[in-house]
């Protein structure tokens, strides 16, 4: 085990392993100078990367607690500081603090439950450390339904360990879906949003969820629309985290702080926030 870590000291990280997922999305494989996993971590929760006189930012940590060799970070190339990352090779080094916020109940509500995971886009990235968890203790959960989509089949991150290990566990279903028709693409075509009603998914299923926010608040409604709870829905609202330990403000919403409160939230508990999210 990691020693617990002090969250507003970073230390120095090690890029030792770069891997293109599409045109906008790389995985970095991320130690500490010793070369250790710099902090243990639960699937949802997340790390600042910095470069300093460049910028920092919070990203999930996409890799399963057990992976003992380092931490995995999906991220978009969408800004100034993903540009730099986006150049790095590696053995370049990054400054890293966290983890920060709460996490999807892996060992507590989710354990011998039937699971509907759907995400959209880069959003698998916070899921797939579930994902990846679940599968190292596979015994401990019942069925495993993956609902991911994307805009084009160029966009799917994961797409190779989606088909080669994904899609070969037991009692595991993926489902893939892009937005509009492309050449050489056979699988479904349409938004993920109502693609778990098109399957005619059944609701004795806990249900994650994570994408861009409006993908996130039309995949609940249909969710509801199909007989789930909302007690049996958890989202993530990351993309609001800043400084991680509540005193920026900038993730506030109502009484909440995402970064102390979440940033995973059940959907009974949204109810109980400002229409903001």
Known sequence: MCKTPDL????IGVITDIRTETSDVKTFKITGADGKKPFDH???????????G???????????????DGLLFSIKQCGTLTDYLHAMEVGSEVTIRGPYGNAFPVDTVL?????????GGIGLAPVGSVVRYVFDNRDKYGSVDIVYGAR????????????EIWRAQPNTNVHLTIDREQSGWDGHVGFV????KELNISTDKTALVCGPPIMIKLTLASLMEMG?????????????????IGKCGRCNIGSKYVCKDGPVFRCD???????EY
């Open 269 to 275: 508990e949204i109810d109980e926030l400002p229409d």
């Open 152 to 163: 084009s089949k160029d966009d799917l991150v994961y797409l190779k360990e989606i088909e």
């Open 54 to 68: 460049v910028g920092e930012a919070m990203f999930s940590i996409t890799s399963s607690p057990t992976n003992d």
């Open 42 to 52: 639960m699937p949802g929760q997340c790390a600042m990367l910095s470069v300093p």
């Open 193 to 196: 949003t109502t693609y778990p």
């Open 228 to 244: 789930f709870k909302k007690e049996q829905v958890f989202t993530t609202l990351e993309l609001r985290m800043k400084c991680g």
């Open 111 to 119: 354990p011998g439950q039937n699971l509907l995971i759907i995400a």
């Open 8 to 11: 507003l000291i970073p230390q």
